[in-house]
């Protein structure tokens, strides 16, 4: 059965955001986000409402995917289905109609994450062409585990915007998209940061945003030395001397990145893993 299909654009701001609530209802874990979340969300992470899609029965809104794109490149998230309209292949539909869409974008490839446990998810974008890229993690340190310590020399507090720049050449790999240097600029408001420098030369950054009961990882990147994890580790532990009693996480870090073994030594340990899939626009 054929649904009609629209862009998310012609629903309001708080309407998607439910849509997004309903599909997620039963989700592997929590999803519940306010009309306000949902738009911030969509303006850090380049989600273009025009060119995202609503799935409808009748009058009904049932299913969507969000859409995002920088330059050539496309990013999918927030696919979902509400529960009575599952195994209907509202998905799918939706899916292929973002695939036939992107050569007239000029989107050479497509992105998305799915979790591990997500076996009836990752079988869809693996239908649909979508090949395995690497793995990413969710980093959870739990409240409580850490004690205060002073900064260590070299440490200072910074200015995110002042920064931003520098990480690309520090990277090891390609960052995720919720993690790339575009997403971090639009999350500047509210980021907040420490860096290292040794004999006047910045070696490495972490990004951080204070929530209630966490410390928000943004990102933790230090470039080539001999002292990397050393470096990495002040770094962390600057965060968290902040305020020793909040928890903290760090959402999609590439498994490969030799600064997990950082988090995991400050007692984070690996929450959740999820599987990068790519599709080339052909």
Same mark, same amino acid.
């Given at each position: ?8 654009? +012609? ?8 849509? &997004?609530?309903?599909? =997620?209802?039963?989700? *592997?874990f ?10 911030q ?5 380049d ?5 995202? &899609?609503?799935?409808?029965?009748? +009058? ?6 969000? *859409? ?6 496309g990013?999918?998230s ?17 899916l292929?109609?973002i ?22 998810g990752?079988h ?14 969710v980093?959870l ?6 004690? @205060?310590?002073?900064l260590a ?8 915007a002042?920064m931003?720049?520098?990480?690309? !050449?520090w990277? +090891?790999? @390609?960052r ?19 860096? =290292?420098?040794?004999e006047?030369?910045?070696?490495g950054?972490? *990004?951080?945003?204070?929530? !209630?009961?966490?410390?928000v990882i943004?990102? &933790? ?7 990397? &994890? ?6 962390l ?19 490969d ?10 007692? =984070? ?7 990068e ?6």
């Amino acid at each position: 059965m054929a649904y009609t299909l629209t862009s998310a654009a +012609d629903l309001e701001m708080p309407r998607l955001a439910d849509l &997004l609530n309903r599909a =997620y209802v039963d989700y *592997f874990f929590p999803v519940q986000m306010t009309p306000a979340q949902f738009a911030q969300m969509c303006a850090e992470e380049d989600i273009s409402p025009e060119h995202s &899609l609503v799935a409808w029965d009748d +009058d009904q809104p049932v299913g969507l995917a969000l *859409f995002a794109q920088r330059g050539t490149r496309g990013w999918i998230s927030g696919v979902g289905v509400r529960p009575p309209w599952r195994r209907r292949g509202i998905a799918t539909q939706i899916l292929r109609r973002i695939q036939a869409a992107a050569p007239q974008l000029g989107i050479t490839s497509l992105t998305l994450e799915a979790l591990t446990q997500n076996h009836i998810g990752l079988h869809l974008y693996r239908s649909l062409g979508f090949a395995r890229r690497r793995e990413l993690l969710v980093l959870l340190l739990e409240r409580g585990k850490l004690t @205060p310590q002073p900064l260590a020399d070299g440490i200072t507090p910074i200015a995110p915007a002042a920064m931003l720049d520098l990480c690309p !050449a520090w990277y +090891d790999s @390609p960052r995720p998209w919720q993690l790339e240097p575009a997403t971090l600029r639009h999350r500047l408001p509210h980021t907040l940061g420490f860096g =290292y420098r040794e004999e006047g030369t910045w070696l490495g950054v972490v *990004f951080y945003h204070a929530q !209630a009961q966490n410390q928000v990882i943004y990102d &933790l990147v230090v470039g080539p030395h001999p002292r990397r &994890l050393e470096i990495a580790t002040a770094l962390l532990r600057a965060v968290h001397s902040v305020r020793p009693r909040a928890g903290g996480y760090f959402i999609n870090c590439p498994a490969d990145d030799p600064l997990v073994e950082v988090f995991l030594k400050l007692h =984070y340990h690996i929450w959740q893993r999820q599987t990068e899939l790519s599709w080339l626009v052909p």
